[in-house]
């Protein structure tokens, strides 16, 4: 997708997207050493601000950096948006410890580097079209989530490089006939994790089962809403430990992330799954309270047919968060 037009909002300045420029010594840069939040923005308002705010917090703060969050962060999403006329969107912020001398232990002092940047996406809600044109294909990559111990899984950092490397596996293993949407992670003791750039969820025998947040993985934002949605309606909800033989023989499966939403799977490593009740229902309890919250509407009315994504989308375009 063009940049092309769009201004983006860096270190306190709305720039225009072909002068939007960090500095090569920028540690987020060099290291990774920097915390970011995806969003989405329906009828001009981020969805979940409070949760991915404080997200961006926690994390900056396990970095060593949370007085580097502005205080006026949420004043600069809306002057972005403003500036790029946008009312439904794509909304990245990023904060890193900012440009410092080029080695490894930074220094005490922050002067941080903050972005937000913006891209146009469909309406959202019951009326609104997801970005991803069909249900998912998932597939199980060597590649596996590093222990908390190492790499603390609850921050959002900009190093993504276990993520990077399961998309880069499923590239070396498409062929013609078939190209996985999304790599299913484990971790190193065999434990399913969590897709890429998503979080899973399963049913089965009428139970919603997503991997537990003791495990290293990142505790999505949409995830949280979408297991919020689940027990209003008297599911049983479980976390916990699970096999890829789980998901394998799961009823229904499905993906969350801010951009995909919810995100049903139709098939794992090749095994054919039915877009089951609980994931349609889930998926219209997650539009109709987008509808309400953000479009004004009552969240009761029918969800469009025939989704397709939203112009000069792809399903492997904005999928992070």
Not at 36 to 43: C, G, P, S
Not at 51 to 64: C, M, N, P, S, V
């Amino acid at each position: 997708m063009s940049d092309d037009g769009l201004t983006y909002h860096v270190n306190g300045d709305l720039v225009a997207a072909d002068e939007a420029t960090v500095s090569v010594r920028d540690r987020g840069f060099m290291y990774g050493d920097g915390a970011f939040e995806t969003l989405r923005v329906y009828a001009g308002e981020p969805f979940e601000w409070v949760a991915h705010r404080d997200r961006l917090r926690r994390t900056a703060e396990t970095l060593g950096f949370a007085d580097a969050v502005p205080d006026d962060l949420r004043e600069r999403v809306a002057e972005t948006l403003a500036a790029n006329d946008l009312d439904d969107a794509y909304c990245k912020v990023s904060v890193t410890r900012g440009a410092q001398p080029g080695k490894l232990t930074p220094d005490a002092d922050v002067d941080p580097t903050v972005v937000v940047y913006v891209a146009p996406l469909g309406r959202g809600g019951v009326e609104g079209d997801p970005v991803w044109d069909e249900p998912a294909t998932v597939q199980t990559v060597r590649t596996r989530r590093p222990p908390a111990e190492s790499f603390p899984a609850d921050a959002k950092t900009h190093n993504y490089l276990p993520g990077i490397l399961a998309r880069l596996e499923l590239r070396r293993a498409a062929t013609e006939e078939f190209a996985a949407d999304e790599a299913v992670m484990r971790t190193t003791d065999d434990y399913l994790a969590e897709g890429a750039a998503s979080n899973l969820f399963f049913v089965d025998g009428g139970t919603l089962k997503t991997p537990s947040a003791d495990l290293p993985i990142l505790p999505g934002v949409t995830r949280s809403v979408v297991i919020e949605l689940a027990e209003s309606e008297g599911f049983s909800v479980r976390t916990s430990r699970y096999t890829l033989d789980d998901l394998r023989e799961a009823d229904e499966v499905f993906l969350t992330n801010s951009t995909w939403e919810v995100r049903p799977v139709t098939s794992v490593d090749g095994i054919d799954v039915d877009i089951g009740p609980m994931t349609r229902l889930l998926a219209r309890l997650f539009d109709e309270r987008v509808e309400r919250e953000h479009y004004g509407g009552d969240g009761s009315e029918e969800p469009a047919d025939g989704k397709a994504p939203a112009d000069g989308e792809t399903p492997a375009d904005r999928d992070e968060g």
